[in-house]
């Protein structure tokens, strides 16, 4: 498959799902929410890409200049351009926020919903929904928090601590003598 066809077939799929998306809301109404955890599902997985692509793609344009002394001129006008685009973007989310004013009129409520205390159950959609992470190095980061919280951390009987790694014991290191 050329490269061409690939962008014909993600361009006509692109639109196909427009269509399909109408529809659907058309024939269906406000019983199509639905089908939200597809659409849910689908902004998580970009959410997800986007670090890892950007990443690959400063990768992949460093290593294409070949003379290292050109790196210096593109590294300050890529900083200063993250740098302008960064400060238009806080600009202009500061300015909406004060003109828009989110929240407002909204009575706050103290109780605590029952899906954070424990007492809701997840439903199927909400179990697939959590496989898909928004960011992936930060699922990755929590999980190993997870793991290091769960078989980590001594022993006061024993003067042992646990290693994380095989779930065996070990004696702590010796401290060194300065």
Same mark, same amino acid.
């Given at each position: 498959?050329?490269?061409?066809?690939?962008?014909?077939? *993600?361009?006509?799929?692109?639109?196909?799902?427009?269509?399909?998306?109408?529809? !659907?809301? $058309?024939?269906?109404? @406000?019983?199509?929410?639905? $089908?939200?955890?597809?659409?849910?599902? $689908?902004?998580?997985?970009?959410?997800?890409?986007?670090?890892?692509?950007?990443?690959?793609?400063?990768?992949?344009?460093?290593?294409?200049?070949?003379?290292?002394?050109?790196?210096? /001129? &593109?590294?300050?006008?890529?900083?200063?351009?993250?740098?302008?685009?960064?400060?238009?973007?806080?600009?202009? +989310?500061?300015?909406? !926020?004060?003109?828009?004013?989110?929240?407002?009129? !909204?009575? /706050?409520?103290?109780? *605590?919903?029952?899906?954070? &205390?424990?007492?809701?159950?997840?439903?199927?959609?909400? *179990?697939?929904? +959590?496989?898909? @992470?928004?960011?992936? $190095?930060?699922?990755?980061?929590?999980?190993?928090?997870?793991?290091?919280?769960?078989?980590?951390?001594?022993?006061?009987? &024993?003067?042992?601590?646990?290693?994380? /790694?095989?779930? *065996?014991?070990?004696? @702590? /290191?010796?401290?060194?003598?300065?």
């Amino acid at each position: 498959m050329t490269h061409k066809t690939a962008q014909r077939i *993600v361009l006509y799929g692109i639109f196909i799902g427009l269509i399909l998306g109408v529809a !659907v809301g $058309f024939w269906m109404g @406000p019983s199509a929410v639905m $089908f939200s955890w597809l659409g849910e599902i $689908f902004l998580r997985a970009l959410k997800m890409i986007i670090v890892p692509l950007i990443v690959a793609s400063m990768i992949c344009g460093i290593t294409s200049l070949g003379d290292v002394r050109k790196l210096g /001129r &593109t590294g300050a006008v890529t900083l200063a351009y993250y740098m302008v685009t960064t400060g238009l973007a806080v600009a202009v +989310g500061i300015i909406l !926020v004060n003109i828009i004013q989110p929240g407002a009129g !909204v009575e /706050r409520v103290g109780a *605590v919903p029952d899906i954070l &205390t424990g007492k809701d159950t997840l439903s199927f959609t909400d *179990v697939i929904l +959590g496989m898909v @992470p928004d960011n992936l $190095f930060n699922a990755a980061a929590e999980y190993a928090d997870d793991q290091a919280d769960g078989y980590s951390g001594s022993s006061a009987q &024993t003067g042992k601590q646990a290693d994380c /790694r095989h779930g *065996v014991e070990r004696r @702590p /290191r010796k401290e060194a003598i300065a």
